[in-house]
């Protein structure tokens, strides 16, 4: 496979990682999949290669599964997804460890960078992530900040060794403080997220953007203190609470989940 350009017309695409690429509270599709920023993508490019005329069809697989962490995401979809040689992978994992408390921010970065090495070995152009920063637009997660810093630093180096390496940067991006950008759980991406998200991604393989997608929102109603309780306290509840629950017991949302798309298909089957 030889090296892609930032103009290459892309004809194959695999998306690795956890529930940030499955597509997490994005809209719903038929199938009651999410649809998400990955398949977003996976459309645009799509539709490139359908105008460049005859040819081989577009193939998307999306091998990402919420709840993963950086090893499982090495273990159980680095290999399945280098074997698929695309020419185009995305890659996003280990805020998952991060939450968690005790975190080996060393062990999180060496399987991250092992996996983005087996990636590029087969000469596939790869797409990495910057964490967005929470601590704009949640309280008490200033504990992660240091964390998020160090992957945000270790992914850009990565860059430096790397030409078919990409990184989209979010963490400097402020839309994402905003959160109608976030679903009510807080964690996971609104459609407006992700349809962001998308744009960054396709903006980072060198497409012309359509919109600013680092531009605020423009200006929300305000709130009383008596919604922002509320919503608070609905948070706690719903979203909170089971979340330490399957923390404390060893369990995750993605446990016995498959991939959303776990083969090199052409895109719409």
């Not at 999180?108 to 152009?125: D, Q």
Request: aromatic share 6%; glycine share 10%.
């Amino acid at each position: 496979m030889t090296n892609q350009t930032a103009t290459t017309t892309y004809r194959s695409y695999v998306a690795l990682g956890d529930s940030f690429t499955e597509g997490m509270c994005d809209d719903l599709l038929p199938d009651g999949h999410y649809r998400g920023w990955a398949d977003r993508v996976a459309e645009a490019l799509a539709a490139e290669v359908a105008a460049a005329g005859p040819g081989p069809a577009f193939r998307y697989a999306n091998l990402a599964v919420r709840g993963k962490l950086i090893g499982q995401i090495r273990d159980e979809q680095v290999d399945a997804g280098a074997a698929m040689a695309a020419e185009l992978v995305t890659l996003a994992g280990g805020l998952n460890d991060v939450l968690r408390p005790g975190c080996d921010i060393e062990l999180v970065e060496r399987l991250l960078g092992e996996s983005a090495e087996k990636l590029l070995a087969g000469g596939s152009t790869v797409v990495m992530f910057t964490s967005t920063d929470p601590t704009r637009r949640l309280g008490g997660s200033a504990r992660l900040l240091p964390a998020i810093l160090r992957m945000k630093a270790y992914v850009e180096g990565l860059t430096r060794r790397h030409p078919n390496l990409r990184v989209v940067d979010l963490f400097s991006a402020p839309c994402f403080d905003d959160r109608r950008l976030w679903d009510e759980d807080r964690l996971h991406l609104s459609p407006e997220g992700h349809r962001r998200v998308a744009v960054a991604v396709l903006e980072a393989l060198g497409r012309p953007a359509p919109f600013d997608w680092r531009a605020p929102l423009p200006p929300a109603a305000p709130r009383s203190r008596t919604a922002e309780a509320g919503a608070d306290l609905r948070w706690l509840r719903a979203h909170l609470g089971p979340w330490i629950g399957r923390r404390l017991t060893g369990r995750s949302s993605g446990d016995g989940r498959p991939p959303k798309r776990a083969e090199l298909l052409p895109y719409g089957d």
